[in-house]
């Protein structure tokens, strides 16, 4: 368990009773594989992130990259097809749209007859990834909207509540602080996200970011 998870386990503990609730692990950890999402009416689902400039909104280049990639048994002739289809620069697309960088993100997906679907909203992708059922589609439903990836989460009645955390840096009076915010989240089984409510927010001191005084850069002179 690396540092920072080991942090906001303990932060967690001293918010709420963790006894409920099962662990969540990231997309990129390679601990869910094709049957943990569940998938009934495809065989990949790609999620490809294409560089555009915000003024034109036209590719700066044709490459892109592939953040998420979930795919089993593709033929080789479908998966080169679908490899080369044209993404929809849409401004209209809302697929982790709160992102800083200016990037338009597609939903690549092949479903069970080897036909080849292309999508740039959220509600779309949900259609084909079925009932939100399984914990590597909660993370994938974050992942979607742009949030940062859960933690831990608890099935109540016909949802679903997921802890995430947030850190980011601030200063004050020349000081430095690293702020932590830990959200919960409520995510039904459509994938739609219905809530979101801030539980927790933590300022810490971090002298070595601080930034000298005045009065030090007038004595070092």
């Not at 992130?49 to 998420?68: A, E, G, L, M």
């Not at 490899?83 to 401004?91: A, E, V, Y």
């Not at 338009?104 to 479903?111: G, S």
Request: hydrophobic share 35%; glycine share 4%; with cysteine.
């Amino acid at each position: 368990m690396s540092l920072n998870k080991k942090i906001f386990l303990i932060f967690l503990l001293g918010t709420i009773n963790l006894l409920s609730w099962d662990k969540l692990y990231s997309l990129d950890s390679n601990r869910y594989s094709f049957r943990d999402f569940g998938f009934k009416d495809i065989d990949c689902l790609e999620l490809r992130s294409y560089p555009i400039n915000p003024s034109t909104h036209k590719q700066v280049t044709d490459r892109c990259t592939v953040p998420i990639s979930i795919c089993e048994n593709i033929d080789n002739s479908v998966y080169r097809r679908f490899r080369d289809i044209k993404p929809n620069l849409s401004c209209k697309g809302n697929i982790r749209k709160n992102q800083i960088l200016p990037i338009v993100v597609n939903a690549m997906t092949i479903d069970k007859d080897g036909k080849i679907w292309s999508m740039n909203e959220i509600e779309d992708v949900l259609g084909f990834m079925g009932e939100i059922d399984t914990p590597a589609k909660i993370q994938l439903v974050l992942w979607l909207y742009g949030e940062n990836e859960g933690a831990y989460y608890r099935k109540v009645f016909d949802k679903y509540e997921v802890m995430i955390s947030y850190k980011s840096s601030s200063t004050s009076h020349n000081k430095s602080f690293l702020d932590t915010f830990i959200y919960k989240l409520v995510i039904n089984r459509k994938g739609q996200l219905i809530n979101k409510r801030l539980i927790k927010h933590t300022k810490k001191h971090t002298p070595s970011f601080d930034k000298p005084s005045s009065y030090l850069y007038s004595s070092a002179k």
